[in-house]
C-alpha cells in the first residue's frame, strides 16, 4: 500500500470530489425503485446464470468489453462466506452498492489511492440507472457482485420471487460485463437462510458473501464513529460491510485505511482474501 506520508498529497487532489460526495443526500437505505420484469435463466443455461461469454453492449450494437471474472468455487470454504484465513494480514472492505454515483466514485478513488481494493456488491436497480459505474468498479481492480435486484428484504419472499431478485441483478450484471459476478450477498440481512443459499448456488453462484465486521455507517454515526467500530473489531481475514451511499462513509475511509496500514493490515478484493 501506498505510504501514509505520500497518501496526504495523493488525497489533497482528491479534495473536491469527496467534498461534493459528502455535500450530497444519501439514498441507500431505501429500496431501489424497481426498474421492470426479472426473466429466467437464458436458454442453455442449465438452470444457472455461471456463463461468462460477453454479448451485444445495451443499446449500442457494438461487442461487449472484456469479460469480468465470474463466480469461483473455494475449497474448504463454507456455503456462506463471513471471513477469510485469520494467518494472513488482509482484510476485505465490501461495499454495498447503491446510492448517489458521485458519492461510490468518491469511494473508489479513495480506495485507489491508498492502493486498496475493494468488493461491491450492486443492486441491480442501481445498475440500470448507473450502468457506466460497473465497469468503472471493474476497470480499478476491484471484485463486483450482485446484490439482487430491488434491495428488499429477500429473507421474507418466497422461492420464486427471491430467485427472481437474485437473477434479476445477474442477468443486467451479464449483459454489462460479460459475467453475473464474483458474489452474491443477500439484501437487508447479514446471513442468508438456506433456502437463499439453495438459490444462489442455483443462479451460478458458489458461496454467499457475508461478513464478520458491521461498520454501521447506515446509521450515520458520524465519520470518527465509522472508524472506530471498523477498526475495533477488525482482524486478520475479517469482512467489513460498508456502503456507497452514506457521506459518512467516505470521510472514514482515509482514517480507516491509514489505520490499517499501520496495524500492517492490507485491504484486498474478496477474492484476494480467499485466494
Known sequence: MIPIDRRSALRAGAGAAVAGALATGCTDSAP????????????????????????????NGRPAVRTAPAPRRFPG???????GPRDRARVALTFHGQGD?????????????????????????????HPALARRILDGGHDLGNHTLHHIDISELDEAAAYAEI???????RKLTGSI??????????????LVQRLARKAGYPH?????????????PGAAAVTRTV?????????????????????????????????????????????
Open 32 to 59: 431501489a425503485t424497481p426498474t421492470g420484469s426479472v426473466s429466467g435463466p437464458p436458454r442453455g443455461s442449465a438452470g444457472s446464470l455461471g456463463g461468462t461469454s460477453a454479448g451485444p453492449s445495451p443499446g
Open 77 to 83: 470454504q463454507p456455503a456462506e462466506i463471513a471471513h
Open 101 to 129: 454515483p458521485a458519492t461510490a466514485t468518491a469511494v473508489l478513488a479513495e480506495a485507489e489511492r491508498a492502493g486498496a481494493r475493494i468488493t461491491v456488491l450492486a443492486v441491480g436497480g442501481w445498475l440500470d440507472e
Open 167 to 173: 437473477t434479476g441483478c445477474a442477468q443486467r450484471l
Open 181 to 194: 459476478g464474483s458474489w452474491f450477498r443477500p439484501s437487508r440481512t447479514q446471513h442468508a437462510t438456506p
Open 208 to 220: 454467499v458473501l457475508s461478513y464478520d465486521v458491521d461498520s454501521l455507517d447506515f446509521t450515520s
Open 231 to 275: 477498526t475495533g473489531q477488525i482482524r486478520n481475514g475479517s469482512v467489513v460491510s460498508l456502503h456507497f451511499g452514506y457521506a459518512d462513509t467516505v470521510a472514514a475511509l482515509p482514517a480507516l485505511l491509514d489505520a490499517l496500514e499501520r496495524r500492517g493490515l492490507r485491504a484486498v478484493t474478496t477474492t484476494e482474501l480467499l485466494t
